[in-house]
């Protein structure tokens, strides 16, 4: 499968603990997305990165939250000391800069309890 | 701050029916997406346009980006179709910035 793919796919946690999210883009997409949505509402714009660069972050992105695409390919997402709150379904999207077409992951849902 | 309005939020139709679902925004943008969102939470892009037309088997997506407005056109509507559409804006902020901006969406219906 050469789509992009996200781990985990659900993760129930205690609040406080901290969480870890992966997502492997598109192999040759430069481009990488993370996006929050809770039920009912659309997606959030967390941040993106440009290859290894992270271009740009959401007001919604605490310092609670942090994210990096270490060598421009897989990108990480870890919350730490989880809320109820971060409680949504984390979505990864990746397109490659020069079409702009967007290709997501199945998401990883965070519960918090 | 940039505002996607959908319209309308809930829609319910029978099968064969002419599908419209509206999107108008409040500042420049350089492009936007229509995306469909089955349960679930898969996310599949369906178009993204900058100006006048696509179509795609029976999807149609229009811009007038004058009217800061666009329509996403289902014809021969089928239960598949069931999901949620939504719309997402790239602001034309000059400033480099390029995530989506994103509309709350529209759950359709279709019934056999």
């Known amino acids: 499968d050469t789509g992009v793919s996200q781990d985990p796919r659900h993760k129930i946690t205690k609040r406080g603990q901290n969480v870890t999210f992966r997502c492997d883009p598109i192999?040759?997409?430069?481009?990488l997305y993370w996006y929050r949505q809770t039920l009912g509402q659309g997606p959030e714009f967390l941040t993106y990165?440009?290859?290894?660069?992270?271009?740009?972050k959401s007001r919604l992105l605490s310092d609670r939250f942090s994210a990096e695409r270490p060598k421009g390919s897989f990108s990480t997402l870890e919350i730490q000391r989880t809320e109820q709150g971060d409680s949504a379904m984390y979505l990864c999207?990746?397109?490659?800069?020069?079409?702009?077409?967007?290709?997501f992951g199945e998401g990883s849902r965070l519960t918090v309890l | 701050k940039n505002e996607v309005e959908q319209s309308p939020q809930n829609l319910t139709a029978q099968e064969g029916e002419f599908i419209t679902i509206n999107c108008s925004y409040s500042v420049g943008i350089s492009a936007l997406h229509w995306l469909q969102q089955h349960p679930g939470g898969g996310i599949v892009s369906l178009f993204m346009l900058s100006s006048g037309k696509k179509k795609h088997g029976r999807l149609i997506a229009t811009i007038n980006i004058q009217e800061k407005h666009s329509s996403l056109h289902i014809t021969a509507s089928h239960p598949r179709d069931s999901a949620v559409y939504i719309c997402a804006v790239i602001m034309y902020s000059g400033g480099g910035a390029d995530g989506l901006t994103f509309g709350k969406g529209t759950h359709l219906i279709i019934q056999p």
């Open positions: 990165f440009q290859n290894e660069a992270q271009l740009e």
């Open positions: 999207a990746s397109s490659l800069a020069a079409t702009g077409e967007l290709f």
């Open positions: 192999s040759e997409h430069n481009r």
